[in-house]
């Protein structure tokens, strides 16, 4: 072996020896390929093609004539039924836990302090108005103000702000209007734009990729003639559509792709006559896009107006009021989860009122040692909401839990709180005082995650309290045609022994009717 071994070595190098004087040198090719199967089509062999019936139907048929398929089908065949037969034996997606509270609705309610963004200017000026940016909340835009009677503005800064929520030093955007914004509104549509009420009754346009400067702006002999307190974005198919609300007593609606004059006017007049002089000076302004041709104005003298936008007739758009404030409705907003429920906030109290009660609140808070003013729902819990007073204190009441304390109650700062302005998420809550500083808080989960029942619960309750309403309604309307507490009692307890009475007539006519039945047969 080790000569033959020997001979091949001497071979091959006489060989290399030969070929390296030419330089080359041959050798055979030796070629891979990847290739894979496709599990989808079932594994199919080479030679048949899925997407060939006959070749498939062929194949399976061959498969199926085989002895060793024959014999191992049945054997795997009583092991996968057995396995089927425990699986159906049991749930496997049964809840145990159903009836457990979520470990949030045990914590306490509790809040802290994320950031506190304050007016750079020297004199500080209130916070008149908060908006969330639409796009996750990561923005706030506040509106800078002096309110106070006969305040001289040409000295003060009349810049308003946008801040970013996690870098209170500097805002991000410093917006110049020609006279103090008053009111500020992120449109839902559009983040880069807002719109914004001014101290001198004009409307502004904001875009915040064109800078600091409005891009429209109203002119004075087509505006408001008082401050404008609110501005609301409608739901339209352009998205550039709003109507603003000020004490002058009128609402007017907006395109802010034009600005030179108002698209329609509604003048707050009472006496449904137009009359600019008897009309209601509006604070507030409520809008549902569920509901758009309906809108609610809170006005000065503590009265709700309810009007119909697409109504015919000026006498047609206010088609109701609801008194009950003993001063200006600083605060208006509808459930987000009923509709037809709203809450107000004036006076000492916070009201909620059903739309079909006009007489009365169905519900109602005691009254506060500090004036009220602002208030909005939780846009995640129906129970919730929260109102801001003038000694700097913030409440939180969840109206299933108790309704004449406040679940919750934070002291933000030492001066009055303006407003207030809940992002969607619930969590977070941003108050601005009169003393120029905006306080961004957050709750907890409790506050801020909707619980198990809360829609039914809430229902249940309003439903309680609007028969209650409507039952001490119809005892004062009794009242009011003369008749005293007394006789009022006297026709109730008549009508309870009537009723009575009847009944055992009814039963001793149906037990006497045998006997008589008995009687006529013995006769017989």
Known sequence: LLAVHKQSTRGCCSTLSTMGSHGLVNTERFETESSGVNHTEGGWPKDVDPNEMEQTIRFRKKVE??????????????????????????????????????????EPPSAKTINVFRDPNEVKRTVTCLSWHPDGGKKLAGAYSSLH?????????????????????????????????????????????????????????????????????????????????????????TGTDAFSASTDGQVLWWDVRKLSEPTERLVLDPGREGNLERALGAICLEYEPTMPTKFMVGTEQGVVLSCNRKAKTPAE??????????????ALHRNPFFPKNFLTAGDWAARIWSEDIRDSAIMWTRYQMSYLTDACWSP????????????????????????????????????PLYCLRVQ??????????????????????GLSTLQKNDKTLLAAVSSADRKDVLSFNFYLNLVSDGLDAYNVQQLMTRAEDDFYSVVEAELRRRDEQPQVTEHIKGLE
């Open 380 to 415: 995640v819990r129906p129970s919730v909401f929260f109102t801001a007073k003038m000694d700097g204190v913030l409440d939180v009441w969840d109206i299933l839990f108790k309704q004449n304390d406040p679940t919750l109650s934070v002291k933000v700062c030492d001066e």
């Open 424 to 445: 969607d998420s619930g969590r977070l809550v941003a108050c601005g005082s009169q003393g120029g500083s905006a306080t961004l808080l957050e709750f907890c989960s």
């Open 149 to 237: 009677f006969q305040t001289s503005h040409t000295s003060l800064c009349q810049d308003s702000y946008i801040w970013d929520i996690e870098n209170p030093n500097r805002p991000e955007l410093t917006l110049k209007p020609v006279s103090p914004l008053v009111c500020i509104e992120y449109n839902p549509k559009d983040p880069h734009t807002l719109v914004g009420g001014t101290y001198s009754g004009q409307i502004a346009y904001w875009d915040t990729r064109r800078g600091s400067q409005p891009v429209e702006l109203s002119s004075v002999e087509h505006s408001h003639r008082d401050p404008v307190y609110k501005i609301i974005w409608l739901q339209s198919k």
């Open 65 to 106: 004539k085989d002895e060793g398929f024959m014999n191992s089908i049945p054997q795997l065949g009583n092991i996968m039924v057995h396995c089927i037969q425990q699986n159906n034996a049991l749930d496997i997606y049964q809840e145990y836990c159903t009836e457990e509270d979520d470990g949030d609705s045990a």
């Open 317 to 330: 758009k206010l088609v109701c009021t609801y008194e009950g404030h003993h001063g200006p409705v600083h």
